[in-house]
């Protein structure tokens, strides 16, 4: 088998679960690494025995040597280091939120398109092995044609521990939260044609919104809630799961917390045990997202290899992109907003 060589650019909070599961992967591997701090680079380099390690992305993309680049950095730096990668034609994934503006987003697109390079965002929620699971059920036609949904992330975990920059922002659980649990909406319900959002701020230490309710209308008719919160205590922490609810013409899927997978129709209800494999470098509670991070990059990979479009394309994320802008608009305005207008 082709190992395709990899370079990784962040090398901090996040990207520590993307070299672990770069270890994983079949076919691919991290071959060097950038980063601006010279302590962080030298822990993660030493951690994953990477011997090549820059503190510029210039200099990395001058050496060369590898077939893809893996953009892990905060957003401030994504349209820089995307285009950058475009120039040296040098396959792209971008984490999320993949740009400061749609704007943006929709230029590093273009600037790939026109390189002739992939370019995927890291949105690895959708690929969390309970959503897969969900999405299963659905194309298996157990509950007919679905008119109703809700996809719902509400918990009092303490993110800021970990990283404290999203206290700091205007913009905090649509934009960092709430894009995965849109873009699951999307890959469960399909595109959406119009949303109306509400958002609250609950915690006084931080600047952004905490709380957010997202009403969807999507273009195949059926309508679905996102709700997110960093803000509810529960009697028991479901963090980080995110539950399902799915109406449909034949029956219900219903995701609950503790993975289990309920799905109602003619024949009775049955309850299936969808939970995320503990990986050997994972930890609970993290151990689902960490699972997806590992599905997303080997997806990658496969893509790669077939030379097939990849799940969450820039192109397709520009689609989810827009629903957070749109859900900002929203709250902003007090109003609905059309969401294909801002794509086009």
């Given at each position: 088998m082709t190992v395709l060589k990899g370079a990784l650019i962040g090398c901090g909070f996040f990207a520590v679960n993307q070299l672990h599961a770069w270890k994983d992967v079949r076919g691919a591997g991290i071959v060097a690494i950038c980063d601006r701090d010279p302590e962080r680079l030298k822990i993660v380099g030493d951690q994953f025995g990477i011997d090549r390690r820059y503190g510029d992305a210039e200099a990395l993309f001058a050496d060369g040597g590898f077939d893809f680049v893996d953009i892990?950095?905060?957003?401030?730096?994504?349209?820089?280091?995307?285009?950058?990668?475009?120039?040296?034609?040098?396959?792209?994934?971008?984490?999320?939120?993949f740009a400061k503006t749609l704007s943006d987003a929709k230029a590093m697109v273009e600037a790939c398109r026109n390189?002739?390079?992939?370019?995927?965002?890291?949105?690895?929620?959708r690929w969390q092995t309970p959503?897969?699971?969900?999405?299963?059920?659905?194309?298996?036609?157990?509950i007919g044609t679905p008119f109703w949904g809700r996809f719902s992330f509400r918990s009092a975990y303490d993110v800021f521990s970990g990283q404290p920059y999203l206290a700091e922002g205007e913009r905090f659980i649509i934009e960092d939260l709430g894009i995965h649990t849109l873009d699951i909406a999307r890959y469960i319900l399909g595109d959406v044609r119009s949303l109306t959002a509400r958002t609250k701020r609950v915690n006084p230490a931080i600047k952004g919104e905490?709380?957010?309710?997202?009403?969807?209308?999507?273009?195949?008719?059926a309508t679905s809630v996102v709700d997110v919160s960093y803000a509810t205590k529960l009697p028991r922490e479901p963090f980080p799961e995110t539950l399902i609810e799915l109406d449909g013409s034949e029956g219900t899927i219903r995701l609950t917390q503790g993975y289990g997978l309920q799905v109602t129709n003619a024949k009775g209800t049955t309850t299936t045990d969808v939970s995320p494999k503990l990986l050997s470098w994972a930890s609970r509670p993290w151990?689902?997202?960490?699972?997806?991070?590992?599905?997303?990059?080997q997806h990658w990979v496969d893509q790669l290899e077939?030379?097939?479009?990849?799940?969450?394309s820039g192109a397709d994320n520009l689609k989810t992109f827009a629903l957070v802008e749109a859900a900002y608009d929203s709250a902003a305005r007090g109003q609905t907003i059309d969401v294909g207008a801002m794509l086009r």
């Open positions: 892990a950095t905060t957003v401030q730096s994504h349209r820089f280091l995307v285009e950058m990668a475009a120039r040296n034609k040098v396959p792209a994934i971008c984490q999320k939120p390189a002739g390079i992939p370019l995927m965002v890291h949105e690895n929620f959503i897969q699971a969900v999405g299963k059920a659905l194309d298996s036609n157990a905490d709380v957010a309710t997202i009403l969807l209308d999507h273009e195949n008719g151990h689902n997202i960490q699972e997806s991070v590992y599905a997303i990059q077939s030379g097939a479009q990849h799940s969450t």
